[in-house]
């Protein structure tokens, strides 16, 4: 926390009347016996040095803290769309359909091979010192 010191007074006048007067009139919202040192950015509450807490630079009281803290990590999650599980099917689907056409067509090719060639009579030709 980087809060400024309050002007030193010695129970006569402050220091510097323009900028404390404001200091001293007002008084923090959650602890009224309180001087406020600082106002939230968030609501404009008025702030004592123990309620200040800071987040990325500014001042916030801790409700208003806790609501940006929440929206951040609400915007950070990934939101639930119907599109990324219809994109996965139709891509498996797809995938599917392509190693089964794969198959098909190996499984043609084979069968369109003259039973010469894969009945070991090939082998035997060769064997018997073919061409």
């Known amino acids: ?7 030193k007074t010695d129970g006569a006048e402050p220091a510097s009347p323009t900028r404390a007067a404001p200091v001293q009139k007002r008084r923090c919202m959650r602890h009224a016996q309180r ?35 929440a929206a951040e990590a609400e915007a950070g999650k ?18 599917f359909l392509l190693a089964w056409t794969v198959f098909l067509l ?11 060639t894969h009945d070991a009579t090939l082998w035997d030709h060769w064997q018997e010192g073919g061409p």
Do not use: D, Q
Not at 1 to 7: Q, R, T
């Open 1 to 7: 926390m980087n809060v400024p010191p309050l002007p």
């Open 35 to 69: 001087e406020a040192v600082a106002k939230c950015l968030g609501c404009g509450g008025a702030l004592c040095r123990e309620c200040v807490s800071t987040h990325g630079g500014k001042i916030y009281c801790a409700p208003c803290r806790g609501k940006l803290l």
């Open 78 to 95: 990934p939101r639930r769309r119907f599109g990324p599980v219809v994109r996965r099917w139709v891509l498996s689907g797809l995938a």
């Open 106 to 116: 190996i499984g043609r090719f084979a069968v369109s091979i003259p039973p010469t």
